[in-house]
């Protein structure tokens, strides 16, 4: 072995243990991750981004799961997969199905971490009849028809949950009022540390679809100022771009 090679083994050695060390050493005394505040320059960039991507007819709007239209952002689902992971929910309760596939999304996924948890999905009509042909469907998803604030389907789905770990998603009639009753309603089926997702808060201008009136968002903050268990996680949006801005709701206490 030439000088040269034991110098450069030498160095690589030397390398490994001067990062092992400060893993070691500084590890744990690392902040935790918290998003750093956008400028005003960066906003204008993330919304612009943000308008064009959402009023492009080819993208979110054409994705498919597993070959079902599903209607949703991926940088949601990557973060929403990443609460999965982390909560490993008994039931994920879905209200808002259409052709089913997000509900598939959370049943791939929930079939990961939670082999025996299942996901409910709740919707007016039932646009479902090809999905349900799927074996993961018939293994993991239970469709609930009727309103998700009917008294008779919230009945069901707190038979069903009660005493489990849940995480809601929030995707059905996207005015202010509905998404409030889904809120009050469905709140006290989270633990501590478990999550409310209020998708399409960018509606009413935020940044999207600026005629919409009251809606998503207008919901979350009513709800909040008056439940303090709940507060948005703005980490859940580091990814920048996501049609859920203050609707990764976190249960605190």
């Known amino acids: ?30 902040p935790p991750f918290q ?3 956008k400028t005003a320059a960066e906003r204008d960039v993330v919304d612009n981004f943000h308008k064009l991507w959402y009023g492009t007819r080819s993208t979110w709007r054409e994705n498919r799961w597993l070959g079902v239209l599903t209607l949703q952002n991926p940088m949601d689902i990557w973060i929403t997969q990443e609460i999965i992971v982390e909560t490993k929910p008994d039931f994920i309760v879905e209200t808002g199905t259409f052709y089913g596939g997000s509900a598939l999304v959370w049943a791939t996924i929930l079939q990961q971490v939670n082999p025996k948890g299942r996901v409910i999905t709740v919707d007016i009509k039932d646009f479902t009849p090809e999905v349900k042909k799927l074996p993961l469907w018939k ?10 604030v009917a008294p008779d389907v919230l009945a069901a789905v707190r038979k069903r949950v009660e005493g489990k770990k849940v995480l809601i998603i929030f995707d059905s ?4 009022e509905h998404v409030l009753k889904e809120l009050f309603a469905y709140s006290p089926f989270v633990q501590v540390g478990g999550y409310i997702i209020v998708q399409d808060t960018n509606s009413n201008g935020h940044p999207v679809n600026p005629g919409w009136g009251p809606g998503p968002m207008e919901a979350v903050d009513e709800f909040l100022a008056v439940n303090k268990q709940f507060e948005p996680d703005l980490d859940r949006e580091r990814l920048l771009f996501t049609f859920c801005p203050r609707g990764f709701l976190k249960r605190v206490n």
């Open 35 to 37: 998003v750093r505040s």
């Open 1 to 30: 072995m030439t000088d040269r090679a034991r110098k450069a083994i030498k160095a690589v050695a030397l390398l490994a243990i001067l990062i092992l060390v400060g893993f070691l050493y500084y590890g744990q005394k690392l």
């Open 173 to 176: 009639n996207h005015r202010k």
């Open 139 to 148: 293994e993991k998803v239970e469709f609930f028809l009727g309103s998700s």
